[in-house]
Nanobody, 120 residues
Framework: VQLQESGPGLVQPSQTLFLTCTVS??????????WSWIRQPPGKGLEWMGV???????YYTPSLKSRTSISRDTSKNQFSLQLSSVTPEDTAVYYC?????????????WGQGTQVTVSS
């Protein structure tokens, strides 16, 4: 499975950030896969933002829930992130991730990441 993030590198404060993750080599509807957005602000650790599961259900980290929406387009095999009312604190490298765990095997795939800077 390969993942590729795409979206604007620069977003103005108070606007909405839109990112898309294009998936190849596997379907986003494959059972038990979890598709996540994760970010890493400069000088800080990874922050998990939320997921959309193979069945379309979503879950968001509580601290970002009010500003975050994750959706998918199964016809394009893509899933997307919307983050509203961005501030400079949302500046980070944003990653998409695919994860599935069976009894014996863990599948964990990452995109290369895309830098997003929030600045006027």
């Amino acid at each position: 499975v390969q993942l590729q993030e795409s979206g604007p590198g620069l977003v103005q404060p108070s606007q909405t950030l839109f990112l898309t993750c294009t998936v190849s080599g596997g379907s986003i509807t494959t059972r038990y896969y979890v598709w996540s957005w994760i970010r890493q602000p400069p000088g800080k650790g990874l922050e998990w933002m939320g997921v959309i599961r193979y069945d379309g259900s979503t879950y968001y980290t509580p601290s970002l829930k009010s500003r975050t929406s994750i959706s998918r387009d199964t016809s394009k095999n893509q899933f997307s992130l919307q983050l509203s009312s961005v501030t400079p604190e949302d500046t980070a490298v944003y990653y998409c991730n695919a994860f599935r765990q069976s009894l014996k095997v863990v599948y964990n795939y990452w995109g290369q990441g895309t830098q997003v800077t929030v600045s006027s």
